[in-house]
């Protein structure tokens, strides 16, 4: 079974050739392709398309699959990259979780989710994954990827379907379901504040403890080697969440925003390299070294 999701990607900075595999193991192969104009007509179920990706124009066209406005695509049509998935196997369920695996990798590490993909060699037919546009909200959306970025989407890719402990893996689908309502929104509002607040808790205090707050702070700062001033924050920023789920009050300061979201992505995307590395014991004695 093929999957093909288009992203949001214009340029790959990188002296990789292309198509650059990305994953092969499992009876998985992952992989990122040059996308032609004919193959956006066909996904987008389009006709008569003219875009220009130097100049970022696109002439207006009809037949739009289930989209009111062209200008709402816009970043995918432009595009010039596509992920191809060829799986062994011909089943949706599986392939719907490599979906949502490789989405919470491009989330974290470039800010940008696949919205978009369709399932080919099982009677090819269209899917929508996300409604967010191909569009993630921690910061302003990509259209390029360095070298470095590509490494880590390539080891993350790996740090998950290389384990099969189910703890994991369910950690895994509750930090996408977070980061998934943290991103759908930029109005730096408590509800986003306090979902990444809570990314962070679950990595960082997996126990039931006192001085909870304390702990989130002190093993966030000594794990990520930051100073006094990021702990003092990290505290606030949890008693901020607290307020938030209840009693409704919105704490979060919008100059906070792009560290606590950086932060939050490079947790997971640690968590994923080293998960035993997240565990109470491990965090603790991490805080003694």
């Known amino acids: 079974m093929k999957i093909i999701a288009p992203t949001c990607l214009k340029s790959i900075k990188t002296t990789d050739l292309i198509p650059i595999k990305l994953y092969e193991g499992g009876g998985v192969t992952i992989q990122i392709d040059e996308m032609s104009n004919g193959e956006i007509e066909d996904f987008f179920s389009i006709k008569g398309l003219k875009r220009n990706i130097d100049l970022n ?108 402990d189910n703890d994991f893996l369910e950690k895994i689908n509750l930090l996408k379901i977070l980061l998934d309502h943290s991103m759908s929104t930029e109005d730096y509002s408590g509800a986003q504040g306090s979902f990444i607040v809570t990314i962070l808790e679950s990595l960082y205090t997996p126990e039931r403890a006192p001085e909870i707050a304390f702990r989130f702070s002190a093993r966030i700062v000594k794990k990520n080697k930051l100073g006094f001033e990021k702990f003092k924050l990290l505290k606030e920023i949890y008693h901020y969440r607290s307020d938030f789920f209840h009693t409704g009050k919105n704490s979060f300061k919008k100059e906070i925003f792009p560290d606590i979201q950086l932060l939050a992505q490079n947790s997971i995307l640690n968590y994923i390299e080293e998960p035993d590395q997240y565990s109470e014991d491990q965090l603790d004695k991490n805080l003694l070294a």
Do not use: C, W
């Open 57 to 164: 124009t696109i002439q207006q066209v009809e037949g739009i699959f289930n989209v009111n406005d062209l200008t709402n695509h816009k970043e995918k049509i432009m595009a010039k990259y596509k992920i191809i998935i060829n799986q062994d196997s011909n089943n949706i369920i599986e392939g719907r979780k490599l979906i949502s695996h490789l989405d919470l990798i491009f989330k974290t590490i470039i800010s940008d989710n696949i919205g978009t993909y369709k399932f080919e060699d099982t009677g090819s037919f269209p899917d929508s994954f996300l409604h967010s546009g191909g569009k993630g909200h921690f910061s302003d959306l990509k259209t390029e990827i360095t070298e470095k970025e590509l490494g880590q989407i390539k080891k993350g890719i790996e740090g998950i379907l290389t384990k099969t």
